[in-house]
C-alpha cells in the first residue's frame, strides 16, 4: 500500500514520548507499504536526522517552523473558537507538499499523527474534505486513519488546573476549542487511535460516534535492561539516588518536578540527608536550574544522549506528575532498567498495572515520600522482577502491538468510497 504520513515533528531520534511512538509506526509500516513522509522540524538540532528516515520512506517532505513565530501565529486564535495548537503546527510549504503527493500519487491511506496534522487534510486543495468542497484523488479516496495518542484537549483543562490568571483563562478556551476540534476530526476520519483504553473512553464521551481503538506504546525490553553492570556504581552516586527523566521544556513535566522538590523531597531529605535527585531532560527552565543552583543534592543533567548511563545507577524512579494523560515512556523505560517506579495515579493510569509489586501509586505529598524513601534499603524481589518481565513483554512489545495498524489498513471500504 501506498501510505501518506503526516507528522507534527520529525519522527527521529526516538528519544520523547511522540517520537518514540511515531517512530515506531513508520519503522513497522515501512516493513509491507511504501511510506511517503511529511513532517515539521521546529529545533535546528532535529535537522541532521533527516537522512536517517529516508532508509524506512519512498520520500520526505519537511519545513523548518520557529516555535517563536509560530506562537505569533496563534495569538489571533486566543479570540477565535479555534485552537491555537492547530497554527502553530501549520505549514503552507509543507501543505503544498503534501498537495503535491496527493495529486501525483494513488494513496490507500493517509495517517496523521496527532490532532493538529488533520488540518492538512482539511485545507488540502486536492483531497475530498469533510465538511466543504470536495476535489478529487486520483483513483480513489485514501482510507484516511488519525493516531490522537492522548486526548489533548484534557491536558489544557489540567494546564488550566495548576495555572494562574490569565493563563488559565487562555488555557480553558484552547480546552474547548480543542475538543470541538477533535470531535470534528472524528467524525471526518474512518478511524481514531489512542495509546489506551482510557483515553477511547475519555474521547467517547464526548464524540460517542467516532470509530475509535487503543493500540499501547512498546519499550525494548533488552535496550533497557541491565544484567552486568546492576551493581556497579561511582564514587559519586553512592548514597539514595532518586530520578526523574524528561523533556524538561514541557510544562507537565517541569511542574511535576517543581512539586516533588518542594512537596516531597524536604521529607526524603530529612529521613535521607545522603539522598540525591536526578533530573535527566533536555532543555531545562529558569525555575528548574534556580533550583540546582541552591541545592547541590539536585542535579540537572540537561540532554543526554543515552539515559541508561542514570537509570542503571539509580535506586528508584518517580513520576510526581499532576498533569498527564495516555501512557508515560519514561514509566516503561524505567520499569525496563530493572527500576522501581513510584508515581502518581495520573501518571500511571494509562500503564495498567495498578496493585503490582514494581509500580506503586501514591497521590498524597507525605505517602509518595514515604514510599520512595523505602527503596532506600532494599531492591525488587526476584519475583517481582519476573513479573515485571513478563507485564512488559505481554502488554508492551512494539511488533505485537502494532499489528493493530495492519489490520485497519486491511479492512475493506472508507467512509469517503
Same mark, same amino acid.
Given at each position: ?5 503526516l507528522?507534527?515533528?520529525? !519522527?527521529y531520534p !526516538?528519544?520523547k514520548g511522540?517520537?518514540i511512538?511515531?517512530?515506531n ?8 507499504? &511504501?511510506?511517503?513522509l511529511?513532517?515539521l ?5 532535529d535537522l541532521p536526522?533527516?537522512n536517517?528516515l529516508k @532508509?524506512?520512506c519512498?520520500? *520526505? ?7 517563536g513565530?509560530? @506562537? ?7 479570540l ?7 497554527p502553530?503546527?501549520?505549514s503552507k510549504?509543507?501543505?503544498k ?6 495529486s501525483?500519487i494513488k ?9 493538529p496534522?488533520?488540518?492538512y487534510?482539511f485545507?488540502?486543495?486536492?483531497f475530498?474534505?469533510?465538511? #466543504?468542497?470536495?476535489?478529487r484523488v486520483r #483513483? ?5 486513519i ?9 491536558k ?6 495548576y495555572? @494562574?490568571?490569565? &493563563? ?8 474547548k476549542?480543542?475538543?470541538a ?5 472524528g ?14 473512553k475519555?474521547?467517547?464521551s ?5 470509530n475509535?481503538i487503543? *493500540? !499501547?506504546n512498546?519499550?525494548?525490553?533488552s535496550y533497557?535492561?541491565?544484567?552486568t553492570n ?14 526523574f527523566?524528561?523533556?524538561?521544556d ?6 511535576g ?5 518542594? &512537596?516531597?523531597?524536604?521529607?526524603? @531529605? ?9 533530573i535527566?531532560?533536555?532543555?531545562p527552565s529558569?525555575k528548574l ?10 542535579l ?13 545507577k539509580?535506586?528508584v524512579?518517580v ?7 495516555? *501512557? ?12 522501581p517506579?513510584?508515581?502518581t495515579?495520573?501518571?500511571?493510569q494509562?500503564?495498567?498495572c ?6 506503586? *501509586? ?5 505517602k509518595?515520600?514515604?514510599r ?14 519476573e ?7 505481554q502488554?508492551y512489545?512494539w511488533s505485537?502491538?502494532l ?8 479492512i ?6
Amino acid at each position: 500500500m501506498n501510505i501518506l504520513y503526516l507528522c507534527h515533528r520529525i !519522527p527521529y531520534p !526516538p528519544n520523547k514520548g511522540d517520537k518514540i511512538r511515531s517512530f515506531n509506526e513508520v519503522k513497522y509500516l515501512s516493513k509491507k507499504h &511504501k511510506i511517503y513522509l511529511a513532517f515539521l522540524i521546529d529545533d535546528e538540532k532535529d535537522l541532521p536526522y533527516v537522512n536517517e528516515l529516508k @532508509k524506512y520512506c519512498e520520500t *520526505i517532505d519537511y519545513d523548518f517552523i520557529r516555535p517563536g513565530w509560530q @506562537k505569533i501565529k496563534s495569538l489571533p486564535y486566543l479570540l477565535s473558537r479555534k485552537p491555537f495548537t492547530v497554527p502553530y503546527f501549520y505549514s503552507k510549504k509543507l501543505q503544498k507538499a503534501v498537495d503535491y503527493r496527493l495529486s501525483t500519487i494513488k494513496f490507500d491511506a493517509i495517517f496523521a499523527f496527532s490532532s493538529p496534522m488533520a488540518e492538512y487534510v482539511f485545507k488540502s486543495k486536492i483531497f475530498p474534505l469533510p465538511d #466543504g468542497e470536495r476535489g478529487r484523488v486520483r #483513483g480513489g479516496y485514501p482510507k484516511l486513519i488519525i493516531d490522537f495518542v492522548d486526548v489533548d484537549s484534557d491536558k489544557w483543562r489540567m494546564y488550566a488546573e495548576y495555572s @494562574k490568571f490569565p &493563563k488559565t483563562l487562555i488555557y480553558k478556551n484552547e480546552w474547548k476549542s480543542l475538543m470541538a476540534y477533535e470531535k470534528k476530526i472524528g467524525k471526518a476520519f474512518d478511524i481514531s487511535i489512542f495509546v489506551s483504553d482510557a483515553e477511547v473512553k475519555l474521547f467517547k464521551s464526548f464524540a460517542p460516534d467516532v470509530n475509535a481503538i487503543s *493500540i !499501547p506504546n512498546g519499550v525494548d525490553l533488552s535496550y533497557f535492561s541491565n544484567t552486568t553492570n546492576k551493581t556497579i556504581r561511582s564514587n559519586e552516586q553512592k548514597g539514595f539516588n532518586i530520578l526523574f527523566t524528561g523533556a524538561m521544556d514541557y510544562f507537565p513535566n517541569e511542574d511535576g518536578v517543581l512539586y516533588f522538590y518542594y &512537596k516531597i523531597w524536604p521529607i526524603i @531529605k530529612d529521613k535521607l540527608p545522603q539522598s540525591r535527585f536526578y533530573i535527566v531532560g533536555g532543555n531545562p527552565s529558569k525555575k528548574l536550574k534556580t533550583i540546582t543552583e541552591k541545592d547541590k543534592d539536585v542535579l540537572l543533567t540537561g540532554y543526554v544522549d543515552d539515559v541508561r548511563q542514570y537509570a542503571w545507577k539509580a535506586d528508584v524512579f518517580v513520576a510526581p506528575l499532576r498533569i498527564a494523560r495516555g *501512557i508515560q515512556n519514561k514509566i516503561l523505560e524505567a520499569l525496563a532498567a530493572g527500576l522501581p517506579v513510584v508515581a502518581t495515579s495520573r501518571a500511571s493510569q494509562g500503564i495498567g498495572c495498578n496493585g503490582n509489586e514494581f509500580l506503586f *501509586i501514591e497521590n498524597s505529598a507525605g505517602k509518595f515520600a514515604e514510599r520512595t524513601i523505602s527503596f532506600a534499603d532494599k531492591r525488587l524481589s526476584v519475583k517481582a522482577v519476573e513479573k515485571r518481565e513478563s507485564f512488559l513483554k505481554q502488554k508492551y512489545d512494539w511488533s505485537g502491538n502494532l499489528i493493530e495498524l495492519e489490520k485497519i489498513l486491511n479492512i475493506g471500504g472508507t467512509r469517503y468510497s
